[in-house]
């Protein structure tokens, strides 16, 4: 079998050094990802307009919300299969990671159905997409969702060789999907004008690809998860934990996700200015938020394996450093880019009042990033120690606090329009003091019961 980063380095190395040479890949991963979505904005902004815009970011809302549901099957198998890897258990890391590839492409054709039907309605009389926008926007989530069963697999794949260490091959899988992406763009939305559909179309090749791809790289890489026919099936004593932990992660970010179709109805009421303005802020937030993404990747690994052998006060050392290593390249991130966010808006094609809003909401957005720094790797470290639900609880409080902000101090209350951004203080600032306390008395408790279990 192929000798794991993780089990000579994870548990021995310095903490934060090891994880951050873990997650460099996984965050340049999470960039090339990014840049799918960005390259069909950029390029759709300077060939239609802001209508394009506004109706991929209402689809796109709607589209998150269903793909959610990936990444927290994902997140939780890996949580499951990295306790597995530090307990050094191979037959259970095997099973566990089979039963999880399954599951993941079962549900994702569940949710191109969902999709399929969903999507018209939900953007009619859910998120109040306006007509004129409704038929591009219901073009771009039915050929979207074509591509859910293989982002599925695709994720479940990334989860398998991250729970062993391997961060790097899923980088290269991505390095070549995005630039095959950057060039389909081109063809069909450049040269076919083939507008919204065209870029649906691209994403959707390119998810097909990348499931094909890092699939073969993994079995011929990694011989513990070269399976043969006899190993393609569902593992019952497996099966629960999988869900539990899968399925608690994916209502988590469906809850996210769902509040963000809340979200985008409130930004919605406020017209076509401020749904572009929406659109081209939550594309750069995801470039923000990069680095917290991949240290929280990271970290449900690093937990994961630690929890796995009993190794609590090393694991609680360690995310002292990635919290200390999250907010200091957050506030250097929000530092240079506060000054450059017309700039950067500006790559977008807006222009007027939506360029005015955008603006103005990506400045106060850097300036709250610290606050999720801090709280939000920590949600990883309760998935790897086999809470998933307490993270998924804090989430929902969040998104709670939010919404609310939104509807009572937004319109004719004191915040009027900007509370579209300035929910977020809310949110993060209860959200952040709430995750700390509760990771004390976790802490707490896991070495009271190392301590008992030794005696």
Request: net charge neutral; hydrophobic share 50%; charged share 10%.
């Amino acid at each position: 079998m192929t000798q794991t980063y993780d089990r000579r380095r994870m548990l021995t190395g310095t903490p934060w050094k090891e994880v951050l040479i873990f997650s460099g890949p996984i965050m340049i991963g999470y960039l090339l990802q990014i840049l799918y979505g960005t390259a069909d904005m950029i390029i759709l902004g300077h060939e239609i307009g802001s209508d394009s815009l506004a109706a991929i970011g209402s689809a796109t809302t709607l589209m998150t919300l269903f793909t959610c549901l990936s990444w927290g099957l994902s997140a939780g198998s890996n949580a499951v299969m990295a306790r597995y890897n530090g307990a050094d258990d191979v037959g259970k890391l095997r099973d566990s990671a089979m039963t999880s590839l399954l599951v993941s492409m079962m549900v994702g054709g569940i949710v191109t159905i969902l999709s399929i039907v969903l999507c018209e309605p939900v953007l009619r009389y859910v998120m109040g997409v306006p007509e004129e926008i409704m038929g591009m926007a219901c073009q771009y989530c039915w050929v979207y969702a074509l591509g859910f069963v293989a982002l599925f697999g695709y994720n479940a794949v990334a989860s398998m060789l991250r729970s062993v260490g391997d961060s790097r091959s899923v980088l290269y899988v991505l390095a070549a999907t995005s630039c095959m992406n950057i060039v389909l763009d081109v063809l069909f939305i450049m040269v076919l004008d083939l507008g919204v559909i065209g870029a649906a179309t691209t994403t959707t090749i390119c998810q097909v690809v990348s499931l094909i791809a890092s699939y073969i790289i993994m079995t011929r890489k990694i011989e513990l998860f070269s399976f043969v026919r006899g190993d393609v099936r569902i593992h019952r004593e497996h099966l629960r934990e999988i869900m539990d932990a899968g399925m608690t992660m994916a209502i988590q970010q469906a809850v996210i996700y769902g509040s963000m179709v809340i979200l985008q109805q409130a930004v919605n009421s406020y017209g076509a200015d401020m749904m572009a303005s929406f659109a081209v802020e939550r594309r750069l937030e995801t470039f923000f938020r990069l680095p917290i993404s991949a240290i929280a990747s990271g970290t449900v690994t690093f937990a994961g394996m630690h929890y796995g052998a009993g190794m609590i006060d090393r694991m609680s050392k360690g995310i002292g450093q990635l919290l200390a290593a999250s907010l200091v390249m957050t506030v250097a991130i929000s530092l240079a880019c506060i000054a450059l966010a017309g700039p950067m808006v500006s790559v977008f094609n807006l222009s007027g009042t939506p360029y005015d809003y955008c603006v103005e909401h990506t400045r106060v957005a850097l300036l709250l990033f610290p606050m999720f720094a801090l709280y939000f790797p920590l949600l990883s470290v309760f998935q790897g120690m086999g809470r998933p639900r307490l993270s998924a609880a804090i989430v929902i409080l969040e998104l709670v606090i939010r919404i609310i902000c939104i509807y009572t101090l937004g319109g004719d209350g004191p915040f009027g329009y900007t509370i579209i951004w300035w929910n977020m203080l809310f949110g993060w600032a209860i959200a952040m003091v709430t995750t700390f306390i509760l990771y004390g008395r976790m802490i707490n408790k896991a070495r009271s019961g190392m301590t008992e279990a030794t005696s």
